[in-house]
């Protein structure tokens, strides 16, 4: 007998991932659309509830909450020179 799968439930916010990895929730892929990378959990009844918590401003321990960040931040790394330069650009535009 086939497996069914459960539908995905793809987010690009990155605190948004990082909570709902603290709150018990497995990344179980990625995916990419003009760039940007979406990280996707399955979609159930557990993932929409704490969707749901974070949007109501539920708390995770921060410190579990800090790393996650730190880890998803690694999965894809950017260009700091573009960052930088981008930076720089959007300052020097700052009226005085």
């Known amino acids: 007998m086939r ?3 459960q ?3 793809a987010t ?3 605190y948004l991932a990082a909570f709902l990895v603290c709150a018990g929730q497995e990344i179980v892929g ?8 979406s990280l996707e959990f399955t979609q159930t009844p557990q993932l929409s509830a704490a969707v749901a918590n974070f949007m109501a ?3 995770v321990p921060a410190r579990k909450f ?8 690694r999965l894809f790394p950017r260009k700091i020179q573009t960052v ?7 300052h020097e535009q700052i009226p005085r």
């Open 7 to 9: 539908p995905a439930f």
């Open 84 to 90: 930088e330069k981008n930076y720089k650009d959007a």
């Open 66 to 73: 800090s790393f996650e960040v730190l880890k998803l931040k």
């Open 30 to 37: 990625t995916s990419s659309v003009g760039g940007r990378v």
């Open 12 to 14: 690009d916010h990155l």
């Open 3 to 5: 497996k069914e799968e």
């Open 57 to 59: 401003g539920a708390l």
